[in-house]
């Protein structure tokens, strides 16, 4: 039983990989269509949110199949239980992703604002910290996976400014309110999708070290 239980976990593994292929892939379209006001970008994205969701479904019943069949302990369990999470994971970022596209969208029928923001550095952090986090996964390097967990204040920072900048620009320009609320719902999919990659990367560190660290910055820990 035990050669049958590690070919399903190898068999999940790499079913979670290739959906973590395809939602690095709809992060990286959606933040250029952001961008560059990609329609043909940002659509594709939204075309392929329903795979995404579909490999969900199918790695959660794997894993159910596997505890049912397998009863697996200590670090088997461990991944099967890191896998549902991240497995959540990925396809709420898909789903960040796809509603970042439908903002690109409306914003390409929208006046341009003239406006510093940060966009293009925001989205390449929120990648690097996606890829990163699941490169940490493959490898099982908890230190990669405490650098995501680093990078999340950088995020937070970018979200923090744009809403600063956006706000005052809404009070001085009410005009420019419809675009407005829209770079603010794209700043705030940003801030949750490196949310959720940090989530990845602790649960990496538990899987491979059993030590739970979420929560742990802002108690001093």
């Known amino acids: 039983m ?11 593994r790499d079913d979670l ?27 594709q994205v939204i075309e392929a949110d329903g795979e995404i969701d579909r490999m969900e479904l199918r790695i ?16 088997d369990l ?11 994971d990925l396809e709420r970022i898909a789903d960040l992703a796809t509603n970042i596209a439908e903002r690109a969208i409306d914003l390409g029928d929208r006046r341009p604002l003239d406006e510093k923001l ?17 490169n ?3 490898e099982a390097d908890v230190l990669q996976a405490r650098r995501v967990c680093e990078r999340d204040d950088e995020v937070d920072d970018y979200n923090r400014d744009h809403f600063v900048r956006l706000l005052d ?12 609320l829209d770079y603010l ?6 801030e949750r999708i490196a949310d959720l990659a940090t989530n990845i990367a602790e649960d990496v560190v538990f899987l491979v070290e059993a030590v739970d660290i979420r929560h742990k910055r802002a108690v001093g820990g």
């Open 169 to 180: 620009r809404m009070r001085k320009h009410p005009e420019d309110v419809d675009v407005c």
């Open 78 to 88: 461990r991944r099967i239980t890191a896998t549902m999470k991240i497995n959540n």
């Open 60 to 75: 959660d019943d794997d894993c159910l199949k596997i505890l049912a069949l397998h009863q697996p302990v200590a670090s």
């Open 136 to 138: 940490a996964l493959v």
């Open 118 to 134: 940060h966009f293009q550095e925001m989205a390449a952090a929120a990648r690097w910290m996606l890829r990163t986090s699941l």
């Open 17 to 43: 990989l290739a959906m973590g292929g395809l939602v690095e892939t709809a992060l990286e379209q959606a933040g250029k269509a952001l961008v560059e006001q990609r329609a043909d970008l940002a659509r």
């Open 2 to 12: 035990t050669s049958h239980l590690h070919r399903d976990l190898r068999t999940l």
């Open 185 to 190: 719902t794209a700043s705030l999919n940003l």
